[in-house]
């Protein structure tokens, strides 16, 4: 069975730096778009980036800037990089695998991804 499991997430000052991983087990990343999202009380579930199998990153317009998404296929883990980090980042973040074969381009949100992680909490304090 495929399990993603995100780890990383902590309390952190403003201003300050977060790196979260995702790892991947009981299948592989290799022809599956993956993608990081976010989840704060109260607000619906938004996407944060995604990355192809090539290892190409898209950015939703208002996470440009601070975040990247990697990934490292051999090793089955998708990477976030998160900076400059503001109390307004404090969410539960996941991350996610779409269907076999279908890139990033042709995903539509966080209801086109199959499987998901249990979440890891990133507090930002002030």
């Known amino acids: 069975r495929v399990r993603l499991v995100e780890s990383g997430g902590g309390t952190v000052q403003s201003g300050g730096s977060l790196r979260l991983s995702c790892e991947l087990s009981g299948g592989s990343s290799v022809d599956y778009c993956m993608g990081w999202f976010r989840q704060s009380p109260g607000k619906e579930r938004e996407e944060i980036g995604t990355?192809?199998?090539?290892?190409?990153?898209t950015y939703a317009d208002s996470m440009r800037g601070r975040f990247t998404v990697s990934r490292d296929n051999a090793k089955n883990t998708l990477f976030l990089q998160m900076n400059s980090l503001t109390p307004e980042d404090t969410a539960v973040y996941y991350c996610a695998r779409g269907p076999m074969g279908r890139w990033c381009s042709y995903m539509s949100g966080a209801a086109s991804f199959v499987t998901w992680g249990q979440g890891t909490q990133v507090t930002v304090s002030s």
């Open positions: 990355s192809d199998p090539d290892d190409s990153p």
